[in-house]
């Protein structure tokens, strides 16, 4: 038994706080219009918000992207800091056409929570963020608790809502709407409801929902596939390596028609197979699969694609897979006159299903009369395995070390070592389990990240004996050396990827991110430009990429409208943030480096220019002290 001051000395503690979490409506489509323009407007929103904040009292505890979060001692406090924002933003919008104003949803909420370190948790802080998904544009709305500490002691009137169901909140919340002629809900539209206390729901489109990130914060990664698509690409000089008489090609995720949903991550694998062979021909230009496959599930539009993506042929397909029945059906769709150049369909056993393949392989190569080298037709009939078992397994562990993510990592390495197990020279799989054990390194995911290096250093010398003329394996190598400071042998591994598949995106943009971190930053900007060619539709990674180069090149203005788009891809990549802010205290823009500096301190508290020396791989002294003079003037402490 435990005596009572030992109970009490393990609890956790606790207070009450009033809650306020905000974020902006419609922020992605924004940011689609004019990623530039939105940043700015975001930027300065949020500094009124914050000031507003402070003004009254309360502690912003965090930024996420486009949201605010904070806590007050007084639950009256919190309000007034509300009306005060909203009515501002309202003044702010008079002259703004609507399609640009920057509009705020304000949830409200009183409740318990734990406050450590500037991080603050609890149930309460979830119900905070239901509460502000649930208000309207331009308004303010508060849970039950909120309303019952506030309603007699200020003049304002609420709009009652009724008991809301939320999501993974056990029990119905009550939610109340703030009346105020400068809120979206004015006296008149109360007036028109029933009286308080009955159950009264707003009109439709003012309960449309839009979930956001939660106050709790969640990490999101440095990715090399970012699923926040923008209509804007960024504009590239076109590559040398790629002539306009080359035939430009796409190919889109092949529908999944099989009665089990799940098995699109085969139907996906399919697509991203035909992708890779394509792309090993040097003779055609090959869109990468992270901008092919923004398309999935949307009307086909052929024109609009070609246009977007620039290219000459599209592909489209359908895979069906009962049993061990499979049925492959593919066309190859020409841009300019909207005609189906070939199309097939292909039945047979899932043992057959590398022989399916190839033969729609040949046939798009051969109805795009494309001239093979002896080398690439070598190439095109080389499968990295013989086993449908553990290729079924690789596709599974593709899928969810696709996610970019902790957990996604984490099970990713139970399939790819199942898939060793099923062939135990599959090389590809053996680097790719070396790639998920170097993230987990990288991204700091593990305990002991020297531990995880070293098991991503064991694994891809395996791949290596068993296939050095593989793409992929010499891509991780050259990742996995980098992380262990060999430059040289890094740059070489990725190049020699490149050879092999010359129309591989993400080498390219990996051979340019070595290539900063070896000391070229030069080099490194005509590669990543490459990249961006090859995947129009590219990732905030990217743009990250991109970015490092110009700032390494002191081009520190171009540095700053890179990163910017980066962040508004990615807005819980710290490590942007912080070459961004590196970049605007070099370019003397003090007080905007000061302010990224803090967002990512709100996120990492005891983050410092120690920690992130310790993650960027220079190999010119001079690069990391670049970035530290600039980190260091914005306010990172050493």
């Given at each position: 038994n435990h005596s009572l001051s030992e109970m009490q000395s393990h609890q956790v503690p606790r207070q009450l706080a009033a809650i306020l979490m905000a974020d902006i409506a419609g922020f992605s489509r924004l940011t689609?219009?004019?990623?530039?323009?939105?940043?700015?407007?975001?930027?300065?929103?949020?500094?009124?918000?914050?000031?507003?904040?402070?003004?009254?009292?309360?502690?912003?505890?965090?930024?996420?992207?486009?949201?605010?979060?904070?806590?007050?001692?007084?639950?009256?406090?919190?309000?007034?800091?509300?009306?005060?924002?909203?009515?501002?933003?309202?003044?702010?919008?008079?002259?703004?056409?609507?399609h640009k104003k920057i509009q705020f949803r304000i949830g409200l909420n009183?409740?318990?929570?734990?406050?450590?370190?500037?991080?603050?948790?609890?149930?309460?802080?979830?119900?905070?963020?239901?509460?502000?998904s649930l208000a309207p544009v331009g308004g303010i709305s508060i849970s039950g608790s909120f309303y019952d500490a506030i309603s007699s002691k200020v003049s304002y009137e609420f709009l009652f809502r009724g008991e809301q169901h939320v999501k993974n909140i056990s029990s119905p919340v009550r939610v109340y709407d703030v009346v105020n002629e400068k809120l979206s809900v004015t006296t008149a539209q109360k007036a028109k409801t029933n009286k308080p206390g009955s159950v009264n729901w707003l009109p439709?489109?003012?309960?449309?929902?839009?979930?956001?990130?939660?106050?709790?914060?969640?990490?999101?990664?440095?990715?090399?596939?970012?699923?926040?698509?923008?209509?804007?690409?960024?504009?590239?000089?076109?590559?040398?390596?790629?002539?306009?008489?080359?035939?430009?090609?796409?190919?889109?995720?092949?529908?999944?028609?099989?009665?089990?949903a799940e098995q699109v991550y085969f139907s996906d694998g399919i697509s991203e197979d035909l992708i890779t062979d394509l792309s090993k021909v040097s003779g055609l230009f090959v869109?990468?699969?992270?901008?092919?496959?923004?398309?999935?599930?949307?009307?086909?539009?052929?024109?609009?694609?070609?246009?977007?993506?620039?290219?000459?042929?599209?592909?489209?397909?359908?895979?069906?897979?009962?049993?061990?029945?499979?049925?492959?059906?593919?066309?190859?769709?020409?841009?300019?006159?909207?005609?189906?150049?070939?199309?097939?369909?292909?039945?047979?056993?899932?043992?057959?299903?590398?022989?399916?393949?190839?033969?729609?392989?040949?046939?798009?190569?051969?109805?795009?009369?494309v001239k093979l080298t002896d080398r690439e037709k070598e190439n095109l009939t080389e499968r990295f395995t013989n086993s449908v078992a553990a290729y079924d397994f690789f596709l599974k562990a593709k899928s969810q070390f696709d996610r970019v993510s902790s957990v996604g990592n984490k099970a990713s390495k139970v399939f790819f070592e199942q898939?060793?197990?099923?062939?135990?020279?599959?090389?590809?799989?053996?680097?790719?389990?070396?790639?998920?054990?170097?993230?987990?390194?990288?991204?700091?995911?593990?305990?002991?990240?020297?531990?995880?290096?070293?098991?991503?250093?064991?694994?891809?010398?395996?791949?290596?004996?068993?296939?050095s003329r593989s793409n992929v394996v010499n891509m991780i190598y050259g990742i996995i050396k980098l992380y262990q400071g060999q430059h040289a042998e890094a740059v070489s591994a990725v190049e020699k990827a490149i050879s092999l598949n010359p129309n591989h995106a993400d080498s390219y943009a990996m051979l340019a991110f070595i290539l900063n971190y070896s000391?070229?930053?030069?080099?490194?900007?005509?590669?990543i430009r490459t990249a961006m060619n090859l995947n129009p539709l590219h990732s905030s990674l990217y743009l990250n990429i991109l970015g490092q180069s110009q700032f390494l090149t002191s081009r520190y203005e171009e540095a700053v409208k890179t990163f910017s788009k980066a962040i508004l891809r990615?807005?819980?990549?710290?490590?942007?943030?912080?070459?961004?802010?590196?970049?605007?205290?070099?370019?003397?823009?003090?007080?905007?480096?000061?302010?990224?500096?803090?967002?990512?301190?709100?996120?990492?508290?005891?983050?410092?220019?120690?920690?992130?020396?310790?993650?960027?791989?220079?190999?010119?002294?001079?690069?990391?002290?670049?970035?530290?003079?600039?980190?260091?003037?914005?306010?990172?402490?050493e």
């Open positions: 689609q219009q004019d990623e530039d323009e939105t940043y700015v407007n975001v930027r300065k929103s949020l500094k009124a918000f914050s000031k507003i904040i402070e003004n009254k009292g309360g502690e912003v505890i965090g930024y996420q992207g486009d949201s605010v979060f904070a806590v007050f001692n007084s639950a009256r406090d919190a309000l007034f800091c509300a009306i005060e924002a909203q009515q501002h933003f309202h003044r702010e919008n008079e002259s703004v056409p609507d009183l409740g318990d929570v734990i406050q450590e370190n500037n991080h603050v948790f609890g149930d309460d802080v979830n119900i905070t963020s239901r509460i502000e439709s489109i003012l309960i449309t929902l839009v979930v956001i990130i939660t106050a709790a914060g969640i990490y999101h990664f440095l990715s090399s596939i970012d699923q926040t698509r923008t209509s804007e690409s960024t504009t590239v000089t076109p590559s040398e390596n790629y002539s306009e008489r080359k035939p430009s090609i796409a190919v889109l995720p092949f529908s999944n028609l099989s009665n089990d869109i990468a699969r992270a901008s092919s496959f923004r398309y999935r599930e949307k009307e086909l539009d052929i024109q609009a694609i070609g246009k977007e993506l620039n290219i000459n042929y599209l592909v489209t397909g359908s895979v069906r897979k009962l049993g061990s029945v499979i049925r492959i059906g593919a066309q190859l769709l020409e841009i300019s006159s909207g005609k189906q150049v070939w199309g097939d369909r292909y039945d047979g056993h899932i043992d057959d299903i590398f022989t399916l393949q190839d033969e729609v392989l040949k046939k798009i190569v051969g109805a795009l009369e898939a060793i197990e099923a062939d135990p020279d599959f090389a590809d799989a053996y680097a790719y389990l070396s790639w998920s054990y170097g993230r987990d390194y990288f991204f700091e995911w593990v305990s002991d990240p020297e531990a995880a290096l070293k098991s991503a250093d064991d694994l891809i010398q395996k791949a290596m004996k068993r296939n000391g070229m930053p030069e080099k490194s900007l005509e590669v990615n807005p819980e990549d710290n490590q942007i943030r912080l070459w961004l802010a590196a970049s605007y205290s070099l370019m003397g823009n003090i007080e905007e480096a000061e302010w990224q500096v803090l967002e990512t301190l709100s996120q990492r508290p005891e983050y410092s220019i120690k920690d992130l020396s310790e993650r960027v791989p220079f190999k010119n002294p001079d690069h990391l002290d670049l970035l530290s003079i600039g980190l260091k003037r914005a306010g990172l402490p």
